[in-house]
């Protein structure tokens, strides 16, 4: 087990994204600082020696804090009355604490104060899903444990926050179309660069840390279950998916490859908001495929 000394130093370099993700999900800084303390609490308790993530590890854990949070609101809000702390819509330093980097990343358009009023329309397992993985590009199958439901759960939970945040007045409907538009741009040019076998274009694309997984179907048709980091996933794809065409996957731009009119294989994508590919998932189970909902041209 780590010593409290090093994982003190290795928490304090998350904590500017783990109070991002508690922000978001949130929607209040007081809150946001709470919950980064008891992920803090949480990770001081647990012997994290075999975790191979440990940022991954603690954003999971922030956001199922801030969700018993957001699911604990309403009760407390009825003790408080009018002393409850209301969303902040004016930014993430609200309330005396001196703005840090943090804050100007939270201060993006895709995640104003426009985006923070509608998120709090949302229901709590619904905003979680789609702020981890649309805002934070985590991976459904890390998000699935933490709203306690499967991968393809947790892809609806975001699939109905998506559509809802379209339906919302601007700047918040052009926001969540825009990041769709960008997120086709990079899954269309892995592709081409994988088909061409352009392996330093792969590279910029895919995050260092990247993971591929297949499931069991894809394995049977040769696909790994699972490869890590952006050098061995360029090498695995390079030259391959030639047969990949456009799609939608749970509502996300994706790919599938085809084969008379049949899904062979859906690959879905966890994407960040500078454009580096996280996760891509090879789904080749049928029953898999039908459930989480593909459309191609």
Request: a negative charge; zero cysteines.
């Amino acid at each position: 087990m780590a010593d409290a000394d090093s994982l003190a130093r290795d928490f304090e370099v998350h904590r500017p994204h783990l109070r991002g993700v508690a922000y978001r999900v949130l929607g209040s800084a007081s809150e946001a600082d709470d919950a980064v303390q008891e992920t803090w609490l949480r990770l001081s308790r647990s012997d994290v020696s075999d975790v191979a993530n440990l940022r991954a590890w603690l954003t999971t854990v922030v956001g199922r804090v801030a969700l018993n949070m957001i699911e604990s609101r309403g009760a407390r809000r009825e003790d408080l009355g009018a002393e409850a702390e209301a969303p902040v819509t004016g930014g993430p330093h609200a309330g005396g604490r001196a703005p840090g980097p943090e804050d100007e990343a939270l201060l993006d358009a895709e995640v104003s104060a426009a985006l923070q009023v509608v998120l709090d329309t949302l229901e709590p397992r619904e905003r979680l899903a789609f702020v981890l993985h649309d805002l934070f590009a985590v991976p459904f199958d890390e998000i699935a444990p933490v709203v306690d439901g499967t991968s393809a759960a947790a892809r609806q939970l975001a699939s109905r926050a998506r559509r809802r945040l379209r339906a919302a007045p601007e700047p918040v409907a052009a926001s969540v179309t825009a990041r769709a538009a960008a997120q086709r741009e990079v899954v269309d040019a892995f592709f081409a660069a994988a088909r061409e076998a352009q392996f330093a274009t792969l590279l910029e694309l895919l995050d260092p840390d990247v993971v591929m997984r297949g499931d069991e179907v894809a394995a049977r048709m040769g696909a790994d279950n699972s490869v890590t980091g952006a050098d061995a996933v360029a090498k695995w794809i390079s030259g391959r998916a030639r047969g990949a065409s456009p799609a939608t996957v749970g509502g996300e731009p994706g790919a599938a490859w085809v084969v008379r009119g049949t899904i062979r294989v859906a690959f879905s994508f966890a994407i960040t908001a500078d454009g580096r590919i996280t996760a891509i998932n090879l789904i080749a189970d049928p029953a898999a495929i039908a459930e989480v909902g593909v459309r191609y041209s």
